[in-house]
């Protein structure tokens, strides 16, 4: 399983603050689609999502506010990944995650506190002709 991150540009220009910036170019150029919606899925502590996978719509992962576990399946060979997705500038952890297409994928909020995951998609979410369930072991 190729799984593959794009980088997120951190800004520190000020002392009180930052900025960070996600190239929708370069995240559609390696989903190799448009980039048609932008969710924010925002889950309590301990709470996963997911469970599933597309046959057509990809996605990409970006930890808003929090850090998250992402686990990944290849349903045909059984492969799996897991990742760790921390939304804090500077973390070796802070990119975005490129989920492909047939690829099954849960993800798991490890903060001690409501955290937000972005997901950059090629198409809307929770359509029933593309939300096939998938059941991940979260271990």
Known sequence: MDIQTVKIVVNRKHND?????VSLTEIAAVLQE??????TNVMEPGAVAGHHLHH???E?????????????????????????LDATPGSPRH???????????A????SLHTAGLNVFATD???????????RIALD
Do not use: S, W
């Not at 448009?34 to 969710?39: G, I, R």
């Open 95 to 105: 990119h975005c995650l490129i989920v492909p297409a047939g690829i099954a994928h």
């Open 56 to 58: 057509h719509k990809r």
């Open 107 to 110: 993800v798991r909020n490890l």
């Open 60 to 84: 990409a992962f970006q930890a808003a506010f929090g850090m998250f576990e992402v686990f990944l399946e290849d349903p045909v060979t059984k492969e799996r990944q897991i990742f760790l």
């Open 17 to 21: 603050r930052y900025l960070t910036t």
């Open 124 to 134: 809307e979410p929770r359509k029933p002709e593309d939300d096939f369930p998938y």
């Open 34 to 39: 448009p980039l048609t919606v932008l969710y």
